[in-house]
């Protein structure tokens, strides 16, 4: 009776062992599974985003061009050929290229498309004047699953007079992610599947069952060989995508580990159970059976001992990985803020090192006053420097500041102040043509001061050892412009003169910063800065939107 009672307790015991076993291993599995899910989620969605990223950057820049603005605006002849559009769409991996008018009507493609576009959600996002993104709607004769990224444009006025969409053909991205191990997929807000490394679940959402376990959402499917059969299911939301990144992650090996786990500690405690049995039984074998019972418990142990280390081990690991990961991060943005901070203090500090020389020698004739003066000009100087520092501050985090009413003659004043030194020692002559009235703007002084110097110095640099420098400044109204003419050689390249670290300089002699810089602070005023090749040199003209305009559209 009592051996039979002890077997009872014993096979029960082991049961809700292996029950307790089964459940607590099973969601540390999980758990586990999940975090690595969610860093191969957001690894795959940091990938999709680079890869289409190519088409918003385009989609911006083109609609920026002030042909393609104005062929858009002008509702009788297309100024802009569809050659060209095939040439942006080729070098960029683009399917299509598109112009649009604000109605959706395709005015232009580098396809030969035309049709009526209005419906879409990415159209009308361009229409209220943001960067609209999205999914080509399967009855718009699009073939194939096409991402669409809509830049809106702006005619004379400041309006949206339409837009300029640049297309991704999602099935060329899906080639390169065949081999990925996990089922990840992309869908949109009615969660139909718009790109997958999985063919099984394109044009989705695919039958699933919730099956859900310890509150991890746990899906059973029947769709392939390719895609698990319980699968922990996982998302991200990607805003700017209009896209919700998705999932499916094995839970057989999980599920595995915890069966594994479970029986051998079923079993473990049966053979505790029939050794104690057994000890009951034969009592003269007590101490020979404790020998045992503990050499078994200590092998258990360094067992489980060993894992656990080897588990805090690899933890250890994947936080130095993360640390250096953050570490890269934050050297790559002071390596870039750096670069843009030595390049837009070097016009200051050359003005304060002049002024300086200057005072020293005022005051070695005893003149104190122009001594003095100096000194006030090095204060004014010190404190733009400052001001400076927190633009490019702000420039960096991509915080543009607010415009205010700004006199467009005071920028050039002061940026002819700064680089007056500059000019002196390489002989340029100065012509400025200047409105007796002033002329107000939209922007801000210190930072419109800054893109002035950063023009007036290149048009120095360009027209060194030239026969004649002149340097012409051309300041005028309807709408607000400031043009800035040199006589040096021309623009190489004038498309590339905006993009990042571009220049023609000597090593050395320049980063490439100051006119990407210049077109970032003149686009956060609303503005636009163009360059181009005139008869006997170049010539970069800078509008602004008038303050009139923004004054009246406040008070409406």
Known sequence: MHRAFLILL???????LAGAVWWTTLGTALTALEAKGRSDLSLAADRLRLELQRGRDLAVLLAGDPIIARSIANAGRIEYPATRLQGFADRSGASDVLLLRKNGVIIASASGRRGDLSATGWMERARQGA????????????????????????DAQGKVSGAVAVTRDLTTLERSWRGDP?????????????VS????LLGGPPPQERVPIQGFDIRRTEIGRYIPRDALHLELPLPTLDLTAEILLDTAPARALAIARAQAAGAALLVLGALLVFLWERRRVLARANLMLEDRVAERTAALTAEVRERREAQAALTRAQADLVQAGKLSALGQLSAGISHELNQPLMAIRSFAQNGATFLERGNVEAAGSNLTRIGDLAGRMGRIIRNLSAFARAEPQPAIETDLGTVIEIALEITETRRREAAVEVRLDLPEVPVLAMAGEVRMAQVVVNLITNAVDAMAGRETRLLTVTLCDGPPAITVRDTGPGLDNPEAIFDPFYTTKEVGAGLGLGLSISY???SGFGGAIRGSNVEGGAAFTVE??????????AAA
């Open 10 to 16: 014993t096979l029960t015991a082991s049961a809700l």
């Open 131 to 154: 960067l609209g993104v999205g999914a080509m709607p399967p009855d718009s004769g699009s073939t194939g699953r096409i991402f669409t990224h809509a830049a809106p444009t702006f």
């Open 182 to 194: 996990q089922a990840i997929y992309f869908t949109d807000r009615a969660g139909h599947v718009v």
């Open 197 to 200: 490394n999985r063919e099984e």
């Open 520 to 522: 970032g602070i003149v």
């Open 544 to 553: 602004l939107q008038p303050a009139v305009a923004a004054c009246d559209g």
